[in-house]
């Protein structure tokens, strides 16, 4: 099966494209960074605090200095990538499986079923992604899991016209009407028929959600409603940056959070771009 895999056309396409390799080598370098890093630091991210040279420079002992607290911002960066990694994961699965199941009741039974979830969707897309998030993240309390609710729930609308729209057009084929003559059920036509159909353009649409993801959850760690301290997170180590006015006197707190920010959304853009030239290649004449 591994061998198969790794014979296919479609990696083969993949791996053939500039930011399908560049995207694939920065999310499984980010991935190993993330499983390893309780491995690879020698620092505690919650404990280990140095008052006495806190802020200082990064040097052989401290690669990427101090922090406003005397914490090792080495340390905190490869936790707050796995912080990161963990939101934006299961945020994304969380809104891919609400979207997918939406999207697929709106364009096979369509009518009122569609004009309720079509009115719905309009409903979250009139507010911008993060006034939606920081709303919801108001109302349930700051904490991690409501950070995943809520980038999940912003992520929900794009699957559902994604889906929506992929079924409309599948509904109509040969193998839809033929599963329909043979007496399938609207959810053995959707689970077995319909849905392996849209699998490649879902995976593309969540790689690139996933992108997303990570910068509104970095942005609700920034405002204070993101993963609460001590548990070290990219955008709340940003915050008490800039809380502790450190921009220019220690610029260091904030160069490498968000330079790692950064190099996530720009994996997952490219590994997502890399995807959709790899299982939707352009057809020549």
Known sequence: MIRQFCQSPALRRLLASMAGRIGLGLTSFLGGAAVLAPFLNPYNPAQDRNYAIRLQ??????WFGLDGLGRDIFTQVWYGIRTSLEISLI???LGLLAGVLLGLLAGYFRGWVDGVIGWLTDV?????SILLAIA???VTGPSRISVMVAVGLVQVPKFIRLTRS???SLREQAFVQAAQ????GPGRIMARHLLPACLSALTVQATLAIGTATLEAAGLGFLGLGTQPPAPELGTMLSDA???????????TILFPGLFITLMVLAFTLLGDGLRDALHPPRRL
Do not use: E
């Open 242 to 252: 800039f809380k502790g006015g450190y921009s220019l006197s220690a610029p260091w």
């Open 136 to 138: 919801v993240v108001t």
């Open 124 to 128: 979250m897309l009139a507010f911008p």
């Open 181 to 184: 003559a043979f007496g399938a």
């Open 166 to 168: 992929l079924t409309l």
């Open 91 to 93: 945020s994304v699965l």
């Open 57 to 62: 420079a990064p040097n052989g002992a401290h």
